[in-house]
């Protein structure tokens, strides 16, 4: 009782305070709760509304589920609902897409009045409602409705057989790249005339006078020509090679036997210096002995007499032996001689054939295969001392308007002075190459992208001063360019294409300009 003292009545009054707001709190947080319920009661109630009739197999248990949380919500009950409703929709039946084609039809009926055409199209919009129905892509739904309105268009096949599609090829574009391909080969000279041929065909693939399939087949047939051309010629070439290696294999054998003659002379001096100098010791022995003048006179001259003859024998063999080694001699120095025309003469052939393999035959200038190693070079220079290294891709404009209108004759003309401009007009430590067609490409070492755009202006203003007469007609010349510098994180592709991507953004906005890529 001494909590209830007079003393402790003020502690009391807080004690009763502090009791009443929390029964306060508890109030309002079970007030909360029942709001949120009924929230969740009714938001699960309109959930199963909506969902009814979606499927017959949900349908009783969404109806469970709501007369569940009707009036509260039984967790335990709730629980088995859900349960049920999770087996239930595993063991649902797959149902086959539906396409709701009701207006697609509805347009058809008007358009197509023909009564048997109606009727196949009712029956084909009962197929594609009914639940049997097999067409589950539009695109089937499409041919079947093309069979009915417009039979011919598809041809009848039997039904394991594959219909190919239809495939547009873009004749000027294949043909364009045919002729980049065939600037970077190396045409043998004995061909050059069919390759003129076809590539006349090629420039004007529409206006060719054989059909532009037998341009395809005449094309592979030159291939496979040129391809049995260069397997002989390599032929000749290892047949040559092997004949290198038996001369240079009996030039081998010259020396040996040489040097085993230098060694027998050698060995025989030797052997008749250890006989004179045997000879002379034991007659000086003799000569100690002897007492008898007679007797030591006929030693020595018997002596001497003996080493006269093994010098004359030696002599004799020496000067034989000479006169072999000179028939020798002279046998490898007209074989060296032999072998070193030779040698000249397949270095002038295989310059012959670099050169053919690395320059364009029409601009002089270097071709593909040059750019490509050059390309190479450039960018091992850039790692290594990481000096600017930018590319210029130049494209003649409106060149197959020219050829279509002066002539192949002249659009030759124009890319050969095209080609003389750029290389008579460009640095020492720069590089122009022909890369294929109408294109040309230059990389400009240790030069940035501002350097580099002042100098190509300047050679873009001078080849568009560089005109010529054909026919009595002027030929205009001007070209567009794509412009770009050489990045840490470029690859010889990346390089090659930003440039070409600026190049194609110059010919998009007029032509006769630079961009920047």
Same mark, same amino acid.
């Given at each position: 009782?001494?909590?209830?003292?007079?003393?402790?009545?003020?502690?009391?009054?807080?004690?009763?305070?502090?009791?009443?707001?929390?029964?306060?709190?508890?109030?309002?947080?079970?007030?909360?709760?029942?709001?949120?319920?009924?929230?969740?009661?009714?938001?699960?109630?309109?959930?199963?509304?909506?969902?009814?009739?979606?499927?017959?197999?949900?349908?009783?248990?969404?109806?469970?589920?709501?007369?569940?949380?009707?009036?509260?919500?039984?967790?335990?009950?709730?629980?088995? &609902?859900?349960?049920?409703?999770?087996?239930?929709?595993?063991?649902?039946?797959?149902?086959?897409?539906?396409?709701?084609?009701?207006?697609?039809?509805?347009?058809?009926?008007?358009?197509?009045?023909?009564?048997?055409?109606?009727?196949?199209?009712?029956?084909?919009?009962?197929?594609?409602?009914?639940? &049997?129905?097999?067409?589950?892509?539009?695109?089937?739904?499409?041919?079947?409705?093309?069979?009915?309105?417009?039979?011919?268009?598809?041809?009848?096949?039997?039904?394991?057989?594959?219909?190919?599609?239809?495939?547009?090829?873009?004749?000027?574009?294949?043909?364009?790249?045919?002729?980049?391909?065939?600037?970077?080969?190396?045409?043998?000279?004995?061909?050059?005339?069919?390759?003129?041929?076809?590539?006349?065909?090629?420039?004007?693939?529409?206006?060719?006078?054989?059909?532009?399939?037998?341009?395809?087949?005449?094309?592979?047939?030159?291939?496979?020509?040129?391809?049995?051309?260069?397997?002989?010629?390599?032929?000749?070439?290892?047949?040559?090679?092997?004949?290198?290696?038996?001369?240079?294999?009996?030039?081998?054998?010259?020396?040996?036997?040489?040097?085993?003659?230098?060694?027998?002379?050698?060995?025989?001096?030797?052997?008749?210096?250890?006989?004179?100098?045997?000879?002379?010791?034991?007659?000086?022995?003799?000569?100690?002995?002897?007492?008898?003048?007679?007797?030591?006179?006929?030693?020595?001259?018997?002596?001497?007499?003996?080493?006269?003859?093994?010098?004359?024998?030696?002599?004799?063999?020496?000067?034989?032996?000479?006169?072999?080694?000179?028939?020798?001699?002279?046998?490898?120095?007209?074989?060296?001689?032999?072998?070193?025309? &030779?040698? &000249?003469?397949?270095?002038?052939?295989?310059?012959?054939?670099?050169?053919?393999?690395?320059?364009?035959?029409?601009?002089?200038?270097?071709?593909?295969?040059?750019?490509?190693?050059?390309?190479?070079?450039?960018?091992?220079?850039?790692?290594?001392?990481?000096?600017?290294?930018?590319?210029?891709?130049?494209?003649?404009?409106?060149?197959?308007?020219?050829?279509?209108?002066?002539?192949?004759?002249?659009?030759?003309?124009?890319?050969?002075?095209?080609?003389?401009?750029?290389?008579?007009?460009?640095?020492?430590?720069?590089?122009?190459?022909?890369?294929?067609?109408?294109?040309?490409?230059?990389?400009?070492?240790?030069?940035?992208?501002?350097?580099?755009?002042?100098?190509?202006?300047?050679?873009?203003?001078?080849?568009?001063?560089?005109?010529?007469?054909?026919?009595?007609?002027?030929?205009?010349?001007?070209?567009?360019?794509?412009?770009?510098?050489?990045?840490?994180?470029?690859?010889?592709?990346?390089?090659?294409?930003?440039?070409?991507?600026?190049?194609?953004?110059?010919?998009?906005?007029?032509?006769?300009?630079?961009?920047?890529?």
């Amino acid at each position: 009782m001494g909590f209830f003292s007079k003393q402790n009545e003020d502690l009391g009054e807080q004690w009763r305070k502090k009791y009443l707001n929390l029964f306060d709190e508890q109030n309002k947080a079970e007030h909360a709760h029942h709001e949120k319920e009924k929230l969740l009661r009714q938001f699960i109630i309109q959930l199963s509304i909506i969902a009814e009739g979606h499927d017959k197999n949900l349908d009783p248990i969404l109806h469970h589920v709501r007369n569940h949380v009707k009036s509260e919500l039984d967790s335990v009950a709730l629980k088995t &609902e859900l349960k049920n409703f999770n087996e239930s929709v595993k063991n649902l039946p797959l149902k086959k897409k539906t396409i709701k084609a009701d207006v697609l039809f509805e347009f058809l009926m008007r358009q197509y009045p023909d009564s048997t055409q109606q009727t196949a199209l009712h029956e084909l919009q009962k197929l594609v409602n009914s639940e &049997e129905t097999t067409i589950e892509q539009t695109s089937e739904l499409f041919i079947e409705i093309l069979n009915i309105i417009e039979p011919e268009v598809l041809p009848s096949v039997e039904s394991d057989e594959i219909i190919e599609p239809i495939v547009y090829v873009d004749v000027y574009v294949v043909s364009q790249r045919l002729l980049q391909y065939f600037s970077a080969l190396a045409i043998p000279a004995v061909f050059e005339s069919q390759t003129l041929l076809l590539k006349e065909a090629l420039l004007n693939p529409n206006q060719a006078t054989m059909p532009f399939e037998d341009v395809l087949d005449d094309l592979v047939q030159l291939l496979l020509k040129i391809k049995e051309y260069g397997e002989a010629e390599q032929q000749d070439i290892d047949q040559f090679l092997l004949h290198i290696a038996n001369q240079l294999s009996e030039l081998n054998g010259i020396v040996s036997e040489t040097n085993a003659a230098a060694n027998d002379s050698a060995k025989i001096r030797n052997k008749l210096d250890q006989s004179v100098f045997t000879q002379i010791r034991e007659l000086q022995v003799e000569a100690i002995k002897t007492t008898s003048l007679d007797t030591l006179k006929e030693n020595v001259n018997q002596c001497f007499k003996t080493i006269a003859s093994e010098i004359k024998t030696h002599h004799q063999h020496e000067k034989e032996q000479q006169l072999k080694f000179q028939d020798r001699m002279a046998e490898l120095v007209n074989k060296m001689i032999s072998l070193e025309l &030779e040698t &000249e003469n397949l270095k002038v052939e295989l310059k012959v054939i670099h050169t053919q393999a690395t320059q364009d035959a029409l601009t002089g200038l270097p071709n593909r295969n040059a750019y490509n190693q050059r390309l190479k070079d450039e960018i091992a220079r850039y790692k290594r001392y990481g000096t600017p290294l930018t590319m210029a891709i130049w494209d003649i404009d409106h060149f197959k308007k020219i050829n279509d209108t002066f002539g192949h004759k002249a659009g030759d003309k124009v890319l050969a002075l095209t080609a003389n401009q750029l290389q008579e007009s460009t640095r020492d430590t720069d590089f122009i190459a022909r890369f294929g067609g109408e294109e040309f490409v230059m990389l400009l070492p240790n030069t940035d992208s501002t350097l580099a755009s002042n100098l190509v202006e300047d050679l873009r203003e001078l080849i568009a001063n560089t005109g010529f007469n054909a026919n009595g007609k002027a030929v205009p010349i001007t070209v567009s360019f794509g412009l770009t510098e050489f990045t840490e994180n470029d690859t010889e592709d990346s390089f090659f294409e930003r440039a070409d991507k600026a190049l194609y953004g110059a010919k998009n906005q007029g032509r006769n300009r630079c961009c920047f890529g």
